[in-house]
């Protein structure tokens, strides 16, 4: 919807990253959305988990390596809460 008004461009659903550190891959994380927000011009990486946790240790502990790996390309996961 948001892609129709305009709002978002280049929307990809579970777009995949390899995170690699010292160029060994480590693991690959999948988020929910991935997308430009045409208002901000900044890249957005979303993910969404139950309200109050996350599904298990892994998945706190990728979004943490993605955020440490691609903060020099100034993305960072939103996490979104599901009631």
């Known amino acids: 919807m948001l892609e129709k008004c305009a709002k978002v461009d280049r929307l990809v659903f579970h777009k995949k990253f390899d995170l690699k550190v010292n160029g060994l ?5 999948t988020c929910d959305s991935y997308y430009l927000d045409l208002d901000t ?3 957005v990486v979303e993910d969404v988990k139950p309200a109050g946790r996350y599904h298990d240790r892994n998945s ?8 440490a790996i691609y903060r020099e390309h100034n993305l960072s996961v939103t996490i979104h809460r599901r009631t």
Do not use: A, N, P, Q
Not at 25 to 29: A, C, D, G, L
Not at 60 to 67: A, N, T
């Open 25 to 29: 891959k480590v693991t690959t994380w």
């Open 41 to 43: 011009g900044k890249t």
């Open 60 to 67: 706190k502990l990728k979004i943490r390596l993605f955020d």
